[in-house]
């Protein structure tokens, strides 16, 4: 069912192959190993005001639907497995709403980590948000052919990988380009998706090629707007008589008292 041509099948008795949920599970894991890094480094604090506690809830509850979703979709029940989908899809329209509310908040906050440009951050979050949103409901169209279906979902969980990585490396170290190493880090998992089926298969899906350049491609797009005009005007209308507004979008904001910075910024 889910094969290419000319390969062998490897599929499970649900149709889903067996890949997916060990990829699935690195990347849960890695989202969680990041978190959990900043809090017991104390850069994260349950103090956060609520509308990071629920951004929160919702995007690691998405991480367990995710690995969940990828289980069923492996060993079943499949039925199951259909119905979590649905409610998974009302899940992935509050985390867009969520997400947005919380990078508006922290642009007008001025509450920048002081290795982006305030007016980057501002306008890649939610594209790569959007980007993740894009693939995940492509993935849920095409839920007939496991094969695009769970690679479309790979692909999608990839485009927001971008915070868990931005936890990881060494941000200060990497700007002015931090934002984009981060959200490419996602890339990794597509990439993987590459070898295993070349390895399996003898050939890659092309679903891994549409994936990453709709991620490359949105991220080079989120560029051109964030240092243009336009971006200038988006930055300005969302910060508008708010603390935000007294900073430059594209002035790095000053770091921390014993912040690691890099040579020159």
């Not at 009302?90 to 007016?119: D, N, S, Y």
């Amino acid at each position: 069912m889910a094969t290419l041509a000319g390969g062998r099948s490897s599929a499970t008795p649900t149709g889903a192959e067996p890949w997916f949920f060990p990829m699935a599970a690195v990347m849960a894991a890695l989202v969680v190993v990041a978190f959990s890094t900043q809090l017991a480094m104390g850069r994260s604090s349950f103090g956060a005001p609520a509308r990071v506690h629920i951004h929160a809830v919702l995007f690691m509850g998405w991480t367990a639907i995710f690995v969940t979703q990828s289980w069923l979709g492996t060993r079943g029940p499949i039925a199951l497995h259909r119905r979590l989908g649905w409610i998974a899809a009302g899940w992935m329209v509050a985390m867009l709403v969520a997400g947005m509310w919380v990078m508006i908040a922290k642009a007008r906050a001025a509450e920048v980590p002081f290795f982006f440009r305030p007016q980057v951050m501002l306008i890649i979050n939610p594209i790569t948000l959007l980007t993740f949103c894009g693939l995940t409901i492509a993935a849920v169209t095409m839920r007939r052919r496991t094969d695009w279906h769970a690679r479309l979902h790979i692909c999608g969980m990839s485009a927001i990988m971008g915070p868990a990585f931005g936890r990881l490396l060494p941000m200060p170290f990497l700007t002015p380009v931090a934002m984009e190493i981060a959200v490419l880090g996602g890339l990794l998992f597509p990439i993987a998706g590459i070898i295993i089926d070349r390895r399996r298969r003898g050939a890659a899906h092309p679903v891994w090629g549409i994936g990453i350049a709709v991620i490359v491609g949105t991220l080079l797009l989120a560029d051109a707007i964030a240092y243009s005009p336009a971006g200038d005007a988006i930055y300005g209308a969302v910060t508008a008589g708010s603390p935000g507004a007294e900073v430059s979008g594209m002035d790095y904001p000053p770091p921390p008292p014993g912040a690691p910075l890099p040579a020159a910024r």
